[in-house]
């Protein structure tokens, strides 16, 4: 009975490509675990995302922005964090709602889609309000200029989540 309640949580909370399309069309703010590129890419992410795709390799692919985690780039002291990430939907092992939602686009934010995408499946709409939260009556914005505090927040919400999956 043990074992069918953790598959059955298990298949509940894996990120698919229904529910990243879903959560950018409601612009809502993701926690995921990544398996990333090492050194320092495996871990914690929170994201806004806002395209998913097909990259030129033929993967299927999120941009997101990203707030703070585990960032190979940013380990290696290419692309700091905060920043604009590509994620291979593959790689994200788990992912959760945050329980906020996004308004504003990032820096550079690409309207049209995502040159590093040879197609896009869909791209945030900011010139529309976000959609009334439908499963979560919590939801709440999040703040235009996210501080640490709040980031910090949002990752102790889902501190002990995430742990049960590291290896």
């Keep these: 009975m043990k074992l069918t309640k953790l598959l059955e949580s298990l298949i509940i909370e894996t990120a698919s490509y229904g529910d990243i399309y879903n959560s950018i069309k409601d612009r809502q703010v993701l926690v995921i675990y990544y398996d990333g590129d090492e050194p320092g890419g495996k871990g914690e992410r929170v994201i806004e995302p806002v395209a998913l795709g097909e990259s030129t390799a033929g993967n299927k692919v999120l941009r997101a922005w990203d707030y703070e985690g585990a960032s190979h780039s940013a380990y290696i002291g290419e692309k700091p964090l905060p920043g604009w990430r590509m994620f291979r939907l593959d790689k994200i092992l788990f992912m959760k709602q945050a329980g906020y939602t996004f308004d ?56 002990g989540f995430f742990n049960r999956f590291k290896k």
């Excluded at 040879?118 to 900011?126: D, E």
């Design 104 to 159: 504003t686009p990032r820096p550079n934010y690409n309207p049209t889609g995502d040159r590093k995408m040879t197609k896009v499946y869909i791209n945030a709409n900011f010139a529309t309000p976000t959609p009334e939260p439908q499963a979560e009556p919590e939801t709440t914005k999040a703040p235009e200029e996210p501080t640490q505090s709040w980031i910090d927040r949002v990752k102790n919400k889902f501190k």
